[in-house]
């Protein structure tokens, strides 16, 4: 998935929030740590959908925010792939 909104609500306390990641084989793994609100976040997907033969696609997955077991707010987040042969890989010539 693409794209990074580094906004915060208006009126949000101040508070620290640890972003750690990791990669494993082609998994890319984020990591929050910080004081809980109360809040839950649950994440639906991802979801590929209308891929083509030449390798584009788009994807799309939701986020579920809960507050109490209500469910208060849900946002829905695409991406849209072209395809991989548009950036051929170039070999470097001193190999």
């Known amino acids: 998935m693409s794209g990074f909104n ?3 609500p208006r009126g949000r306390k101040q508070r620290h929030v640890l972003i750690q ?3 494993e084989k ?3 793994t984020f990591e929050f740590y910080g004081t809980s609100d109360g809040r839950e976040a649950k994440v639906v ?3 590929e959908y209308d891929k083509k033969p030449d390798g584009s696609m788009k994807a799309k997955f939701v986020q579920e ?3 109490n077991g209500e ?3 849900k ?3 695409r991406s849209t792939y072209r395809s991989p042969d548009l950036y051929p890989i170039e070999k470097n ?3």
């Open 6 to 8: 580094d906004r915060f």
């Open 21 to 23: 990641t990791k990669i």
């Open 26 to 28: 082609s998994k890319l």
């Open 45 to 47: 997907g991802p979801e």
């Open 65 to 67: 925010i809960y507050r």
């Open 71 to 73: 469910l208060v707010r």
């Open 75 to 77: 946002m829905t987040f």
């Open 93 to 95: 010539p001193l190999e």
